[in-house]
């Protein structure tokens, strides 16, 4: 069994910062891409940032300047550092990872359990 476990959601003002952590746990053989993706009430879910297994990072144009996507390999963890939140950030937010499990050959996409994140004005 493999599971993502984000945390460090919570309420903050605007213009604060948040760092979210996702770490994945399990049978893993190897990880591939990681990914942040949002879902705010209403609205489709959509990208947020995203890592190669090099460490390559990828950032919608909503959040460039302001996020910082970065992984630990040896901990199979990636990490979201949000600077200069706005209310518009304001949404749940979910860990999503490719991985390979032990004893498989096969990439299987994995999402976390999500994690608020409220900026308020």
């Known amino acids: 069994q493999v599971q993502l476990v984000e945390s460090g959601g919570g309420l903050v003002q605007v213009g604060g910062s948040l760092r979210l952590s996702c770490a994945a746990s399990?049978?893993?053989?190897?990880?591939?891409?990681m990914a942040w993706y949002r879902q705010a009430p209403g609205k489709q879910r959509e990208l947020v940032a995203a890592?190669?297994?090099?460490?390559?990072?990828n950032y919608a144009d909503s959040v460039k300047g302001r996020f910082t996507i970065t992984r630990d390999n040896a901990k199979n963890t990636v990490y979201l550092q949000m600077n200069s939140l706005k209310p518009e950030d304001t949404a749940v937010y979910h860990c999503n990872a490719n991985i390979i499990r032990g004893g498989s050959y096969l990439w299987e996409g994995y999402w976390g359990q999500g994690t608020q994140v409220t900026v308020s004005s």
């Open positions: 399990g049978r893993i053989f190897r990880v591939g891409a």
């Open positions: 890592i190669s297994s090099g460490s390559v990072p």
